[in-house]
């Protein structure tokens, strides 16, 4: 509640021109903490809520508790440290692209706040694989697993595609416990086309390949490569995606995106971009389920989309192996990892749910 009265009042207020000068702040005083490490061991005293109930093994990693942060919010990687302080179960970085970029023009973040959304249009704005694996090469190593979300440069052609991905899973390889394939930012022209089948089947075969090369290489399984899907797909498409994501033996989806609808937005509005928050949870739920249904809970699912409290994360845990916030993050505050697996706790004691993985066998 502080957070919400006292703190993102002013920060908000500070960067009501531009809400990126909130982030680029917060995400300096997360770096600093980073490196106190005296200061960060006691945030993450704090923050973190540990409970055998609440840890898991999904594709292989073992995840201390459910609740992830979203890429997009570190996208270079530059305090993750500080970010595990906060009580997170895992931490995806990116998403990162071949070659360096700054993405489309400032302002580009837009806030609602009384529908506790975002519409974003960054543009995959980051610093290159090369100088984010240079980065993680020399950072300390987290005690949970870290995601590597890897993106289509905006120079690269859609039929080159694959080359721009496979550059940068060999770069930043040995940096990552698991590793994001985002075909679905609305944010980069074309690249949500790559979600299309003679795209996207490709694009998986080469990946899955050169990941199993390069874990034999270094005499270590291979790393699981994971899926994100945008939220604007028809029933058919997702069905034709997951088709192609069992053939490619891809270890798990994550569901979803951003959107390009405005649905759920109580004012109008033309600017450009992918909506997240509280408008996209209903379409979000919907397509874990079909997802979870259609697979026979066959393939693990990270969900995330509109989730800001322990109530939207039980639900979506029925489904989804794991989830994940980033607009919650930017609205509840620094300590919504601690807020949601405390209430999961309270939830799961009030149905008798011994462990959180019993959820998804209802």
């Not at 005293?45 to 898991?56: A, E, H, K, P, Y």
Request: proline letters at 5%; a positive charge; charged letters at 25%.
């Amino acid at each position: 509640m502080f957070y919400e009265r006292m703190v993102r009042p002013i920060l908000f207020g500070l960067s009501a021109d531009d809400p990126e000068e909130a982030h680029e702040k917060v995400l300096s005083l997360l770096r600093w903490v980073g490196e106190k490490e005296r200061l960060a061991r006691l945030i993450e005293w704090f923050s973190t809520i540990r409970d055998r109930r609440l840890g898991q093994e999904v594709f292989g990693l073992k995840f201390p508790n459910p609740v992830g942060l979203a890429a997009g919010f570190d996208k270079n990687a530059i305090a993750l440290r500080g970010l595990q302080a906060l009580g997170f179960g895992f931490i995806e970085t990116g998403t990162i692209a071949r070659f360096h970029q700054e993405g489309n023009p400032r302002p580009r973040i837009f806030r609602f706040p009384e529908d506790k959304a975002l519409i974003n249009r960054m543009g995959f704005n980051n610093d290159g694989a090369d100088k984010v694996a240079e980065r993680l090469a020399k950072a300390r190593r987290l005690t949970m697993p870290v995601g590597i979300s890897l993106g289509k440069s905006k120079i690269t052609l859609l039929e080159e595609a694959a080359n721009d991905y496979l550059y940068s899973l060999r770069k930043l390889y040995p940096c990552g416990d698991y590793f994001i394939v985002n075909v679905s930012s609305p944010n980069t022209p074309g690249l949500r086309q790559l979600q299309e089948k003679e795209y996207l089947d490709t694009l998986l075969f080469v990946l899955q390949k050169e990941g199993k090369a390069l874990a034999g290489q270094s005499g270590i399984q291979p790393k699981p490569i994971l899926v994100k899907i945008a939220p604007d797909l028809s029933w058919e498409a997702i069905d034709e995606l997951l088709q192609i994501c069992f053939d490619r033996q891809v270890a798990g989806l994550i569901a979803v995106n951003t959107t390009i609808a405005r649905d759920g937005l109580s004012v109008s509005t033309k600017e450009e971009g992918g909506l997240s928050g509280r408008p996209l949870w209903p379409r979000a739920i919907n397509i874990v389920r079909h997802i979870y249904q259609e697979t026979k809970g066959k393939l693990p699912i990270i969900g995330v989309g509109g989730i800001s409290g322990p109530e939207e994360a039980y639900q979506m845990l029925r489904y989804a192996s794991l989830i994940q916030v980033l607009t919650g993050f930017i609205y509840q505050g620094p300590f919504i990892a601690r807020q949601i697996n405390r209430g999961l706790k309270k939830l799961m004691d009030r149905e008798g749910v011994r462990h959180i993985s019993e959820l998804r066998r209802e």
